[in-house]
């Protein structure tokens, strides 16, 4: 049985990739120093034999060079995953977000670990007017949290090509789904429109609305992220849908799909937002990637879930 470790396992992806990796047979260890992550996220998993939980950081070394040891494969999801976090605080965002991630790495490394996952993130593209984004585009980032992931990025490379350590970022495009929480001051625009409107609340939307999204369901992230674990590829892969729409138009269909009417609050458009975001994934269907889910479907299922 193969044994696997999930940094930032107890977030919102963390805690889906850990369910769907355990569901498959797998050995596995959830690090997190819950800053962010729940412990009711992967609640249900901590009857499972096969799974462990570690409370701890990415920040802490020797604490990773223990945890290593004997693993087959790291998925590296920890990281301060807000835009405006690192904005306030960018010191704070790139101690765990790279420190972490080279940290991680070295362990990785020094463990002969098979290979590593590292999430990335569409951010690191910024506001680069061509559409789609190609992974061949040069990174415009235009926050310290999109930094921090293009540098977790180049420290993945760099430990391929220099210590033979296998890796692969993905580029993950607005992932949404259940568990993702709307009181955060972080939180996504999904959740937070489907706890407003089902509140009977206006969404608030930061700019014109016009700025359009590329929104990828959870489902098709983790099967993506699995896939890439288990294929020969290395380097930088796009995770989205390849489809795009309007944050006016993602209103209105939420609100449809709760039979609410809607009336639009806009606000100042915030710093550090990019306007458009598209990915091109023809990089990712070499190793197998192919979206299932519509947004519809997705955002179906993810009402569902949040009214239960």
Known sequence: MQRIIVTGGAGFIGSHLAEELVRRGYQVTI???LSTGKVENIKPLMTNSDV???????TDLPLLQKLLQNVDYVFHLAAIPSVSQSIENPL????????????????????KVKKVIYASSS??????????????MLPNPQSPYAVTKLAGEYYCQVFHQIYGLPTISLRYFNVYG???????????????????????????????????RDFTFIK?????????AK??????????????????E???LIARLLGKGIKLIHREARPGDIRHSLADISRAGTFGYKPKWSLEEGLKETIQRFQH
């Open 250 to 252: 993602l209103a209105g």
């Open 52 to 58: 462990r939980f570690i409370k701890g950081s990415v």
């Open 178 to 212: 259940p568990r993702q929480d709307p009181n955060l001051d972080y939180a996504t625009v999904i959740p937070i429109f489907i706890k407003r409107l089902s509140e009977g609340r206006p969404p608030i939307i930061f700019g014109d609305g016009e700025q359009t």
């Open 231 to 248: 294929s020969n590829a290395t380097g930088i892969f796009n995770i989205g849908t390849s489809r795009r729409i309007t944050i006016n």
């Open 220 to 228: 098709d992230a983790i099967e993506a992220t699995i896939i890439a």
């Open 92 to 111: 704070a965002s790139h101690n765990v977000s790279v420190t972490g991630a080279l940290n991680m790495l070295l362990a990785a490394k020094e463990n």
């Open 31 to 33: 690090l997190d120093d």
């Open 123 to 136: 951010s690191v593209y910024g506001d680069t007017p061509a559409l789609p984004k190609r992974e061949d």
